[in-house]
């Protein structure tokens, strides 16, 4: 029988794009609790939203290859690295004081544990709301 995980205890994940020039560090849960948002820059780059407060990411290199994106209302700050064009991670609109972590980007190995919550980006105003605080 295994033991029940502990859903507050935190744990470091390392991170980065797929050139490997940016590289980070998020202090998350064993269970990741992840967003899979709808709306349209998500949809087209596949991100899986792990949304945590600042002082819980650490960027270890690379950003001097990081370059920004900003779209409607300005306030997401999306950034990809230069050299291969992931989006790793970003500063959300939705959470300006954090950082919301691709976590299809982390390296998880063999066995994640995601939960996966699908969350209605494409109406937005209506549902931010929604989206716990970090």
Known sequence: MTEPTDRTALRTYTGGCHCRRIAFEVDAP???QVIDCN???CTKT??????VAAERFRLIQGEADLVEYRFNTGTAR????????IKSFY?????PEGVDVNVRCLDLGDDPQIEIEPFDGRHWE????TLAPV
């Not at 596949?46 to 949304?51: N, P, S």
């Open 30 to 32: 064993d269970v990741l």
């Open 39 to 41: 709306c349209s820059i």
């Open 46 to 51: 596949g991100f899986l939203h792990l949304i």
């Open 78 to 85: 999306h950034l990809f690295c230069r050299q291969c064009g």
């Open 91 to 95: 500063i959300p609109r939705s959470h």
């Open 126 to 129: 209506a549902n931010a709301a």
